[in-house]
């Protein structure tokens, strides 16, 4: 079946450390956007991509980090800068029309 | 710039029950209307949209109008049931400028108790 695989489900991060978000898709679609979700509030655009090897930053792109080498793979790297990087993170995707897909996300927290 | 509005949640209600979700949003485009739902853990599944003035978006019981003269998008159903408990968000798609951006309301959570 097509669709969007995050992983891993729950990441937990050290200070001081960098962690590594994954989102692969097998939908062929050319645009990907990563999500950031906090409790009571809606989803904050992070960093978007609408082909290989471009992207641009999002409404939060600070301590954020993104690759996109590969049609079907746009990793996140939350980075040290983040300071606040408690939350859900969603990946989503898109092909010609405007229909999001997400996947189902992951929960980073902060040890 | 672009916003979403939706009524603050929980929302909770009684199985059966009739059921609306406000949602207003600005935008200097001509936007496409969504609602998307989101289970406990789960990602966000598109549940309907609507992309001009007056078209009504229907899916699984759920309806929508996009009034543009209001310019709102609320969500309703006739009969809730408890399955339809879950987190509900507003969202428009502003592609004018060529690039698709979306903006997403804070969302409402809905409670079905049978």
């Known amino acids: 079946d097509g669709g969007i695989t995050q992983s891993p489900k729950y990441l937990f991060r050290k200070e001081g450390q960098n962690v590594t978000l994954s989102c692969e898709q097998n939908?062929?679609?050319?645009?990907m956007y990563w999500y950031r979700q906090d409790p009571g509030q809606g989803l904050r655009l992070i960093y978007y991509s609408q082909i290989v090897n471009d992207f641009q930053k999002g409404d939060i792109a600070e301590g954020y980090s993104v690759s996109r080498e590969k049609k079907e793979s746009f990793p996140l790297t939350v980075t040290s800068a983040q300071k606040n990087p408690t939350a859900f993170y969603l990946c989503?995707?898109?092909?010609?029309?405007?229909?999001?897909?997400f996947g189902s996300g992951t929960q980073l927290s902060v040890l | 710039g672009d916003s979403v509005t939706q009524m603050e949640g929980p929302v909770t209600l009684s199985e059966e029950a009739f059921l609306t979700i406000n949602c207003t949003y600005t935008a200097t485009g001509y936007p496409s209307l969504f609602w998307y739902v989101q289970y406990p853990g789960e990602g966000l599944q598109l549940l309907l949209k609507a992309t001009k003035a007056d078209d009504k978006g229907s899916n699984k019981g759920f309806e929508a109008t996009y009034r543009k003269e209001t310019t709102s998008f609320h969500l309703e159903k006739g009969s809730v049931q408890v399955s339809d408990s879950a987190v509900y968000f507003c969202a428009l798609s502003d592609r004018t400028s060529g690039t698709y951006k979306y903006i997403f309301g804070t969302g409402t959570r809905l409670k079905v108790l049978a």
């Open positions: 939908l062929n679609h050319d645009a």
């Open positions: 989503a995707s898109r092909l010609t029309g405007e229909k999001l897909f």
